[in-house]
């Protein structure tokens, strides 16, 4: 069977799958997006996947495409077209297409939606979490709203890129003030020498991670101290065990950053139980 793309109400085969060339997603990155785990064919946090879309196109001024019900149709139609059973399900909306101009197209242009679904390995997935990843950390050169989750990613590319250069999984990007933001794609934490889980308060300078709200609501089940504060690269190399968070990796344990390994270069004990537990605190919806 064929794979294709949603694109403005049609599946298409992925050949024939094309938005218009001024559309102003492609021309300004004017345009927002989710990433949805897809598990056992059921989609894992929709509702604050679904919700965190709408609060990115609200701070941007684009109208809503269709309505909750659609959109949702849409995802489960993807999924369902494309076979997915495990992996993710990827949905864009930019603010339409015009004729090229900074001035915003006139009140009524339709958004563009582009909706698609990829499979993936969970063995795969399982033996990179046994092993633990690699980080590196960089500064933060993205925009001052990167708690909207826009398609303007090249930032978020180049660290890859570098990261990748250097043998490692993640980027760790730094502010100024010399503390970590986030991950390129994910969010960060680390445990401290006391045991505390630490993760960067939310605000304009990362995205709220939705597998990072999991997590917390996985925290205060099991009763864990975290404290919300952030930290430098120096308290992560000394910290006990270090993770990032996202919803194509859930809790992916980290080990190495910047070439120092982090305590035995193991995956710490409460990163692997907070891995093991993250679906029994999500949701998941068919
Ligand atoms: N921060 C950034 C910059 C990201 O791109 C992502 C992944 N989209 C995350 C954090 C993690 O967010 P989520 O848990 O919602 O996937």
Not at 80 to 109: E, I, K
Request: aromatic share 6%; with cysteine; net charge positive.
């Amino acid at each position: 069977m064929a794979r294709v793309i949603y694109v403005n109400g049609r599946y298409l085969p992925y050949a024939q799958a094309g938005v218009h060339a001024e559309d102003r997603g492609f021309q300004f990155a004017d345009a927002v997006y989710e990433v949805i785990e897809v598990r056992g064919g059921r989609l894992i946090d929709e509702p604050r996947h679904v919700a965190r879309l709408a609060r990115s196109l609200g701070e941007l001024g684009i109208a809503a495409p269709m309505s909750p019900r659609a959109l949702a149709n849409v995802l489960r139609e993807t999924i369902r077209r494309n076979r997915v059973v495990h992996g993710v399900v990827y949905l864009q909306v930019s603010r339409g297409a015009g004729p090229r101009d900074f001035a915003m197209p006139p009140a009524g242009t339709e958004p563009t939606v582009v909706c698609l679904a990829r499979s993936s390995r969970p063995e795969a997935q399982e033996r990179a979490a046994e092993h633990g990843i690699r980080v590196v950390t960089m500064p933060d050169i993205r925009w001052g709203r990167s708690d909207i989750k826009t398609v303007m990613l090249l930032p978020a590319c180049l660290a890859k890129a570098a990261a990748a250069g250097a043998g490692a999984k993640e980027a760790w990007l730094v502010d100024r003030d010399g503390y970590v933001t986030e991950g390129a794609s994910s969010n960060a934490w680390i445990v401290d020498a006391s045991g505390q889980l630490v993760t960067r308060h939310v605000d304009d300078n990362i995205l709220a991670g939705v597998t990072r709200a999991t997590v917390l609501d996985a925290i205060a089940r099991e009763g864990y101290e975290v404290s919300i504060r952030p930290f430098t690269p120096e308290d992560a190399y000394a910290a006990r065990e270090a993770f990032i968070t996202s919803a194509s990796n859930t809790v992916m344990p980290v080990v190495e950053i910047d070439g120092r390994v982090i305590a035995s270069g193991r995956p710490g004990g409460l990163s692997r139980r907070l891995r093991q537990i993250f679906h029994q605190v999500a949701t998941a919806s068919s």
